[in-house]
Nanobody
């Protein structure tokens, strides 16, 4: 079955960095576009970043451009989100996502808290 397992979240001070990882299994990882979303309680999930199956093209939300980078290692079935210059408003649960045959799959999420 499809599994997405996020890791790498934590507490970081404003201006700091974190790298999130999402380990995927149960599907042909190298064949699919991957996304990162984030969500705070009471709000809708926000699309943060996406990357094509080869890693040749990426998309970032305007709110994170210039600070976040999405990448992938198809040999390791893993997608990453490098987050630099973190701000308090980046605080959220971050989720990895893939869509297979029009079905969306999600990981359990990893909490990122940016606070001094």
């Amino acid at each position: 079955q499809v599994q997405l397992v996020e890791s790498g979240g934590g507490l970081v001070q404003p201006g700091g960095s974190l790298r999130l990882s999402c380990a995927a299994s149960g599907f042909t990882f190298s064949g699919y576009y991957m996304r990162w979303y984030r969500q705070n309680p009471g709000t809708e999930r926000e699309l943060v970043a996406g990357i094509t199956n080869t890693g040749g093209s990426t998309n970032l939300a305007d709110s994170v451009k210039g600070r976040f980078t999405i990448s992938r290692d198809n040999a390791k079935n893993t997608v990453y989100l490098q987050m630099n210059s973190l701000k308090p408003e980046d605080t959220a649960v971050y989720y990895c996502n893939v869509r297979l045959n029009q079905v969306a799959y999600w990981g359990q999420g990893t909490q990122v808290t940016v606070s001094s």
